[in-house]
T-cell receptor, first 112, second 116 residues
Framework: GQQLNQSPQSMFIQEGEDVSMNCTSSSIFNTWLWYKQEPGEGPVLLIALYKAGELTSNGRLTAQFGITRKDSFLNISASIPSDVGIYFCAGRAETSGSRLTFGEGTQLTVNP | NAGVTQTPKFQVLKTGQSMTLQCAQDMNHEYMSWYRQDPGMGLRLIHYSVGAGITDQGEVPNGYNVSRSTTEDFPLRLLSAAPSQTSVYFC???????????????FGDGTRLSIL
């Protein structure tokens, strides 16, 4: 099946710092999605990307669809305590129809 | 605004028992899917459906059955539970496939299942 490598696995930062995480795939993807999951809840979509090179923002979050179509990045600026959670990348490969593949997640901890 | 509703929220089973995890959405979404989430492994697709009467296998379908008799409901059945099926199960829906157009995939809050 498709492989997605998400890094880092975990991050411990101070409030106000910027955060960057990324995902790389073994295949060409035509869709990249970024989700956030808080304890006891399902993932919530943050940003969706559909074109190579696309750069999209959602408040303090910015994500980019890599030019090679095999990677994507999520940046969080000026982190706050409520940014705590697990961030997942997900993507749809050209050969996988409508099926999504998820990364393993990045656990973010923000210290006040 | 119920969105995607999963029941039960928690369940403990004995090995060999069967059960059905319920998933219902009230957004008239065509696409529904089931994932399992295990520590360090992200979410893995079990089965999915692109519309009523149509289902297909995902990445880890063995041990699970699904059916889609209505647009709203997409139950997941464990025929003979095994300890390896201990996991958190999420149901999701979207108007089209998860990468189609700008339609976000909505997740339920999950069912935490333990098999003893």
């Amino acid at each position: 099946g498709q492989q997605l490598n998400q890094s880092p696995q975990s991050m411990f930062i101070q409030e106000g710092e910027d955060v960057s995480m990324n995902c790389t795939s073994s295949s060409i993807f035509n869709t990249w999605l970024w989700y956030k999951q808080e304890p006891g809840e399902g993932p919530v979509l943050l940003i969706a990307l559909y074109k190579a090179g696309e750069l999209t923002s959602n408040g303090r979050l910015t994500a980019q669809f890599g030019i090679t179509r095999k990677d994507s990045f999520l940046n969080i600026s000026a982190s706050i305590p409520s940014d705590v959670g697990i961030y997942f990348c997900a993507g749809r490969a050209e050969t996988s129809g409508s099926r999504l593949t998820f990364g393993e997640g990045t656990q973010l901890t923000v210290n006040p | 605004n119920a969105g995607v509703t999963q029941t039960p929220k928690f369940q403990v089973l004995k090995t060999g028992q069967s059960m059905t995890l319920q998933c219902a959405q009230d957004m008239n979404h065509e696409y529904m899917s089931w994932y399992r989430q295990d520590p360090g492994m992200g979410l893995r697709l079990i089965h999915y459906s692109v519309g009523a009467g149509i289902t297909d296998q995902g990445e880890v379908p063995n041990g699970y059955n699904v059916s889609r008799s209505t647009t709203e409901d997409f139950p997941l059945r464990l025929l003979s539970a095994a300890p390896s099926q201990t996991s958190v199960y999420f149901c999701a829906s979207s108007r089209t496939g998860p990468g189609g157009g700008n339609q976000p995939q909505h997740f339920g809050d999950g069912t935490r299942l333990s098999i003893l």
